[in-house]
């Protein structure tokens, strides 16, 4: 499969991520990330020779980026309004684009690649905000935590490429302790969560899609892929998620929404088109 193949179903996977967040709203937020985490360590199993490749560098750099992002974005959206600090979080496939070159060798930065960057960040910032951003200098923690989030992000994906040759499978461990110290952070600071049958139905749906497959198939696609093309196609995202919604009637398409599609699609284009062609 294509690094572009790869980097496209986490998009679809992660898109969807929204949607199935909202028939567990109840759920207690740490207890759902560590639940479904290890529902995606699940799907490593058939894998899991490849953990022994998880040395304790390697088993830090996957926790670092999948819980060190988690725990970084829901204290962003507990300290801040939600619909700002998960723009910011929305800086993660821009920040991708403009440290490629500072982490990944024999990549430079292009102005075509940092224009796409900027027209996905245009259009993903106004399908959050509908053209009404109003930043409160009294959650700039929980801004400086989403920023944190998306640097985190950004930085995982990136190193990868840094560190010595590993199985993708061995993302399943660090689902599997990222999970784990999930589950601690629920016990130290939620009220206890149950799972009813139906819960358990969409749990699985989110632990196998968007915080399980969607990790192996990025870490695929980041490892042999052109970053600064990936992080422009990165900017579907939101914009799958707003149709996946507006699809399920639990959001709506308005003027501003066609807008802001049609600068991320620009984005995507113009940063997965071929020097010459762009």
């Known amino acids: 499969m294509s690094p572009i193949a790869s980097a496209l179903i986490s998009i679809l996977l992660w898109s969807s991520a929204a949607w199935l967040s909202l028939k567990l709203a109840h759920i207690p937020p740490f ?14 199993l058939p894998r899991i ?26 204290t962003a959206l507990r300290s801040a309004p939600p619909i700002q600090a998960n723009l910011i979080n929305y800086l993660w496939p821009l920040l991708i684009v403009v440290l490629a070159p500072l982490i990944v060798p024999g990549v430079r930065l ?6 796409a960057a900027m027209l996905g960040f245009g259009g993903a910032a106004l399908l959050a905000t509908g053209g009404k951003l109003d930043i409160d200098e009294r959650y700039w923690f929980g801004y400086g935590c989403a920023l944190a989030a998306a640097l985190i992000w950004a930085t995982y994906s990136l190193l990868t490429r840094r560190m010595p040759a590993f ?7 660090f689902c599997a302790v990222s999970g784990v110290l999930s589950l601690f952070c629920h016990f130290l600071w ?16 989110l632990g196998i899609g968007p915080l399980g497959l969607a990790f192996y198939t990025w870490d695929a696609a980041m490892k042999r892929g052109d970053p600064r093309m990936i ?11 707003t149709l996946w919604l507006a699809l399920s009637g639990a959001g709506s398409l308005g003027p501003l929404a066609l807008l802001a599609m049609c600068a991320i699609v620009g984005g995507a284009v113009l940063g997965a088109l071929p020097p010459r062609r762009a």
Do not use: K, N, Q
């Open 167 to 173: 199985p993708t499978g061995t993302v399943g461990a």
């Open 110 to 115: 292009t102005v075509r690649h940092v224009i």
């Open 49 to 74: 020779a490849d953990w022994r490749a998880a040395t304790p560098r390697l088993l830090a750099l996957g926790v670092y980026g999948l819980f060190g992002f988690h725990l970084c974005l829901f």
């Open 31 to 44: 207890l759902l990330v560590g639940a479904s985490l290890l529902v995606g360590a699940l799907c490593g």
């Open 231 to 241: 992080g422009t196609l990165a900017y579907l995202t939101p914009l799958l998620s």
């Open 190 to 205: 939620e009220p206890a969560g149950r799972f009813s049958a139906l819960d358990s139905f969409w749990l699985l749906a």
